[in-house]
């Protein structure tokens, strides 16, 4: 486990320069559940685990009391929030189904960077049946411009609402203005009430703070 190797190596520091360590940090992030068969983190059962290990080898190495900390990252954030997407565009070709979306990956660029999962939705038809495959895009001048590729997905049609899941951690803080095109607004649903809470940017944002030279 990364902890035990962390401890031993703080032992060794501890030996050769002769130091006390206030804190530990086991860095993070927490395992966040991406796909629908993705086994959810005991929360619990890894307190348990991981404290139990480390008060074991903070004893035997003779380490003191340090306080331990764990960087939770994207496990706090990730399910808080949805991104809602308007289709404005089906295309069949004789080797691809795809959904044109208004979203891209100025708004969620983690698929394109990192290639990351995130669960799509037909938020307008939740219960309906995955009958077809598609390749989920956005609007951007760019090949890498997918949100989700060979998705198994109920029948859509243009018009529909698609939800992306998991779009809580790292989506607006890493989105941008690229293409030219305004970030999304963001509304906080609490209660079965909603209010917006970020107002979605206009095109004389994009120029904001610039200035023409003399």
């Given at each position: 486990?990364?902890?035990?190797?962390?401890?031993?190596?703080?032992?060794?520091?501890?030996?050769?320069?002769?130091?006390?360590?206030?804190?530990?940090?086991?860095?993070?992030?927490?395992?966040?559940?991406?796909k629908p068969e993705d086994k959810e983190l005991d929360l619990a059962l890894f307190s348990e685990e991981v404290l139990s290990l480390f008060k074991s080898r903070i004893d035997e190495y003779n380490l003191g009391e340090p306080f331990f900390c764990v960087e939770p990252g994207r496990y706090l954030v990730c399910d808080a929030s949805i991104l809602l997407t308007a289709v404005n565009t089906?295309?069949?070709?004789?080797?691809?189904?795809?959904?044109?979306?208004?979203?891209?990956?100025?708004?969620?660029?983690?698929?394109?960077?990192?290639?990351?999962?995130?669960?799509?939705?037909?938020?307008?038809?939740?219960?309906?049946?995955?009958?077809?495959?598609?390749?989920?895009?956005?609007?951007?001048?760019?090949?890498?411009?997918?949100?989700?590729?060979?998705?198994?997905?109920?029948?859509?049609?243009?018009?529909?609402?698609?939800?992306?899941?998991?779009?809580?951690?790292?989506?607006?803080?890493?989105?941008?203005?690229?293409?030219?095109?305004?970030?999304?607004?963001?509304?906080?649903?609490?209660?079965?009430?909603?209010?917006?809470?970020?107002?979605?940017?206009?095109?004389?944002?994009?120029?904001?703070?610039?200035?023409?030279?003399?």
């Open positions: 486990m990364a902890l035990e190797k962390l401890l031993s190596i703080a032992k060794k520091v501890r030996d050769k320069v002769k130091i006390s360590f206030e804190f530990v940090d086991m860095g993070g992030g927490l395992g966040v559940s991406y089906v295309k069949v070709t004789p080797f691809k189904k795809f959904v044109g979306i208004d979203a891209g990956f100025n708004t969620l660029v983690r698929p394109t960077m990192y290639g990351s999962y995130h669960q799509v939705l037909v938020a307008n038809n939740l219960d309906a049946p995955e009958k077809e495959t598609y390749d989920v895009v956005g609007p951007i001048c760019e090949s890498g411009d997918a949100l989700a590729k060979d998705r198994r997905l109920p029948k859509i049609q243009e018009g529909d609402l698609l939800a992306v899941l998991n779009a809580g951690a790292y989506g607006y803080a890493m989105s941008s203005q690229y293409n030219a095109r305004p970030r999304a607004a963001e509304v906080l649903v609490k209660k079965g009430t909603y209010t917006l809470v970020r107002e979605r940017e206009q095109l004389d944002d994009l120029v904001s703070g610039q200035r023409m030279a003399k």
